[in-house]
């Protein structure tokens, strides 16, 4: 009987010793966000494009794809687009079909695709070189990106930013209860992307630029970062 009860004071001995340790670690805390933001003027414009080809013959359609292609590089070359300014993305070839009566497909050759950018690292440039691809109806500008090429150190100046604000934020909150903040307890960065004021220019083949978004603000970046932090609360 001794040994029992020995045991069960033991026990809760360690019960009482647990619950005290988990007491004193939750601190008082407070969850807050801060976000920074910059929209920037783009300092470098990506135009993703497309050609097309279908021949009979695949020799044939790929020997199509690459003229074009060599044609493209030559045509924006004159207009002061440098060779390495132009990067294949893709090549793909394939069997082309088209839906004949009664849904069945008719094959219609092979197709030859090559997928490439152009980077324009002067952005005046880019309705001179829109107008030049429209010319040619096997090319289709699929996209149109404005960048910017210094992105990663006008992050860390934002998540600077972010982090005061998010302190600011938090000692305002606190305020109103009459506690103050202590240190941080948890930082995080949350999930960002750079989003783009930008509208694309689309390019279909033989219509040229689509001149109804004229007026519309092109060409501007705007990069942000959000943050997240846990501070702890004091009297």
Do not use: C
């Amino acid at each position: 009987m001794r040994i029992l009860l020995v045991t069960t004071f033991l026990f809760a001995a360690v019960f009482v010793s647990n619950g005290q340790e988990v007491g004193a670690s939750q601190a008082r805390s407070i969850s807050v966000s801060g976000t920074a933001e910059r929209i920037s003027t783009a300092n470098q414009i990506r135009i993703s494009v497309e050609i097309r080809t279908v021949d009979e013959q695949l020799s044939e359609a790929q020997g199509k794809s690459k003229k074009v292609f060599d044609g493209v590089i030559e045509d924006i070359g004159a207009l002061g687009v440098k060779a390495e300014e132009v990067q294949l993305k893709d090549h793909e070839f394939g069997k082309e079909y088209v839906d004949g009566p009664n849904r069945q497909k008719i094959w219609k050759g092979f197709f030859s695709t090559r997928e490439f950018l152009v980077i324009l690292d002067q952005v005046d440039q880019l309705e001179l070189i829109h107008s030049k691809l429209a010319e040619n109806p096997e090319i289709e500008v699929s996209g149109t990106r404005f960048l910017r090429t210094d992105d990663i150190e006008i992050r860390k100046e934002l998540r600077t930013e972010a982090l005061k604000a998010a302190r600011e934020k938090a000692s305002a909150m606190a305020e109103v209860y009459e506690l103050t903040l202590g240190k941080p307890l948890k930082i995080e960065e949350g999930n960002f992307n750079g989003y783009f004021l930008s509208i694309s220019i689309n390019i279909t083949r033989n219509t040229g630029i689509d001149r109804t978004q004229e007026g519309v603000a092109r060409g501007k970046v705007s990069l942000y970062v959000t943050v997240k932090v846990v501070f702890e609360l004091v009297n």
